[in-house]
């Protein structure tokens, strides 16, 4: 097998969102909680990257996004891997409400009962990060790309971080790295891979 040749973490750039964005649609799709989300195959990658650009847009305003390039087998470099991550408390996004309609169109009723049941297992008592999104292109998933952006941010932390595991398998990476589970699975109405909020104490 041939050596997986990457960066090192970096933060991204303005410019850098829409493909942020992307990555993180791509590697999402298949999860069962996006299958329900936009149950439609043709509309569901464009839809999730319409979603995604609205979180990705906020965290450059009032967190942080992270990402790892990766070079591709032409020689060139890709963003092959992506952290977004928000500082909590944290502002809502200006007309978001409006916003979120125009990027998830006919399946915004389910995108608002998904947020909703994300808020309500959202830890609010202690400030804390916030892993909001975490994605590694398909063509590089399990090769240690989420333990390298992972590790890195929690070097740097000296708060808790939160996140929501999107099924059994990240969840398993997420305990590994420090986090336990701190809520019930989220109750959305889909068949499939639950969601887990999860809890890092510094220094775990």
């Known amino acids: 097998m041939t050596t997986l040749q990457h960066g090192p973490v970096r933060l991204a750039i303005t410019d850098e969102a829409g ?3 992307a990555v993180i649609a791509h590697a999402f799709a298949p999860l069962d909680v996006c299958q329900w989300l936009v149950p439609v195959d043709a509309q569901r990658v464009s839809v999730l990257t319409n979603y995604f650009q609205l979180l990705v847009d906020h965290a450059a305003k009032h967190g942080r996004i992270e990402v790892i390039d990766v070079q591709t ?3 060139s470099t890709t963003i092959g891997a992506a952290a977004v991550w928000l500082e909590h408390p944290v502002p809502e996004p200006e007309d978001y409400a ?4 125009a990027a998830c169109g006919e399946w915004t009723d389910r995108f608002e009962h998904f947020e909703v049941a994300m808020v309500n297992a959202h830890p609010i008592d202690e ?4 892993l909001t999104l975490l994605a590694i292109d398909d063509r590089w998933q399990s090769q240690g790309l989420g333990t390298v952006l992972l590790e890195a941010r929690h070097a740097q932390l000296h708060t808790p971080a939160y996140l929501e595991a999107s099924n059994s398998q990240s969840r398993k990476l997420y305990e590994r790295l420090g986090y336990a589970d701190c809520a019930a699975p989220l109750d959305l109405p889909y068949n499939g891979e639950r969601i887990y909020p999860m809890w890092r104490k510094p220094n775990a």
């Open 98 to 101: 409006d916003r979120m309609a």
């Open 19 to 21: 493909t942020v964005a």
């Open 73 to 75: 087998a032409d020689g």
């Open 127 to 130: 400030a804390h990060a916030y």
